[in-house]
């Protein structure tokens, strides 16, 4: 069975632009999940999708916002990037819940300039 | 206090040794704790989960909670320098929280 899958893999925008990135569960997961990864923070929970709809959303700015579709792949969109913003973001799938066990994609590296 | 806690570390153990990695938890997540595993550069990997009190073994790796002390830990026997990595504590609450992760290095 294929895992997660995250599309791009490395991305490098520049202050002020926006970025969309991408993320396909493994089969028959309904759960996805969204963290950001950096070495001082450690993992942040972003936001969880259940059937298309924000189940849970973790605290951070309205600047960050994602979507889900009817066959479970979710997107996620970060406006008006900030130098911050430069972390590891990494999708997770679950059956069910991210109260679940989750298993993680590869991440995709962005790197704001 | 935050939902999970762990030692940054880093730890080194000999090859061989019993690596001890450690976490606490607060009162705003539940029953249910996870142990997952990060190499540099890669995404984490579940090792281990633990929802009862006591110890759960798998292979060399055994997962320890206690509820009264709010603690769970993972010890790794036979430590293998393929055990280096960043081993991250993760428990349920309202969502999933994770620690900030301990270093582990295994000297060969």
């Known amino acids: 069975k294929a895992g997660v899958t995250q599309t791009p893999r490395y991305l490098i925008k520049t202050r002020g632009q926006q970025v969309t990135l991408s993320c396909s569960p493994i089969?028959?997961?309904?759960?996805v999940s969204w963290y950001q990864q950096t070495p001082g923070q450690g993992l942040q929970f972003l936001f969880e999708?259940?059937?298309?709809?924000?189940?849970n959303k973790g605290n951070f700015p309205g600047r960050f916002s994602g979507r889900q579709f009817s066959n479970s792949r979710s997107e996620m969109n970060v406006s008006t990037l900030e130098l911050g913003d430069s972390a590891l973001y990494l999708c997770?799938?679950?059956?069910?819940?991210?109260?679940?066990?989750?298993?993680f994609g590869p991440g995709t590296r962005l790197l704001v300039l | 206090q935050k939902e999970v806690e762990q030692n940054s570390g880093p730890l080194s153990v000999p090859e061989g040794a019993i690596a001890s990695l450690n976490c606490t938890y607060s009162?705003?997540?539940?029953?249910?704790f996870f142990w997952y595993r990060q190499y540099s550069g890669k995404s984490p990997e579940l090792i281990m989960s633990i929802y009862s009190n006591g110890d759960k073994e798998d292979g060399r790796f055994t997962a320890q909670l206690n509820k009264a002390s709010q603690y769970v830990s993972l010890l790794i026997r036979d430590s293998q320098p393929s055990d280096s990595a960043t081993y991250l504590c993760?428990?349920?609450?309202?969502?999933?929280?994770f620690g900030t992760g301990t270093s582990l290095t295994v000297i060969p």
């Open positions: 009162d705003r997540v539940s029953q249910s």
């Open positions: 999708y259940f059937s298309e709809t924000q189940r």
């Open positions: 089969s028959g997961h309904r759960s």
């Open positions: 997770a799938s679950s059956w069910t819940s991210a109260q679940e066990t989750q298993y």
């Open positions: 993760a428990a349920e609450g309202n969502q999933f929280y």
